[in-house]
Nanobody, 117 residues
Framework: QVQLVESGGGLVQAGGSLRLSCVSS??????????MAWYRQAPGKQRELVAA???????NSADSVKGRFAISRDNVKNTVSLQMTILQPEDTAVYYC?????????WGQGTAVTVSS
């Protein structure tokens, strides 16, 4: 069973930055073959895609975070990261790491980000 462990969340003032990291268990080969993504879920709202990076390192992100957030991966360390800048109160949410390989999808337990105004 794949385990994903997120870290890096916390409390930050508007305009600040945070870097989230997600480490995946399992083989490096399978991680390299996986598509990775970050989702978030704000209180009372549905979970939404924030940014994704494919196994070939093609990236896409939600319009609401374009130009502010950047996703990256390190296939040696089995890690995917989300660099978040110019954070706004509306970015407050629990952020989840997602790994997808074929029909299998795995989720981390989430890390909370709170942005104060």
């Amino acid at each position: 069973q794949v385990q994903l462990v997120e870290s890096g969340g916390g409390l930050v003032q508007a305009g600040g930055s945070l870097r989230l990291s997600c480490v995946s268990s399992g083989s490096r080969l399978l991680f390299t073959a996986s598509d990775m993504a970050w989702y978030r879920q704000a209180p009372g709202k549905q979970r939404e895609l924030v940014a994704a990076i494919t196994r070939t390192s093609s990236v896409n992100s939600a319009d609401s975070v374009k130009g502010r957030f950047a996703i990256s991966r390190d296939n040696v360390k089995n890690t995917v990261s989300l660099q978040m800048t110019i954070l706004q109160p509306e970015d407050t949410a629990v952020y989840y790491c997602n790994r997808r390989l074929g029909h299998n999808a795995f989720w981390g337990q989430g890390t909370a980000v709170t942005v104060s105004s």
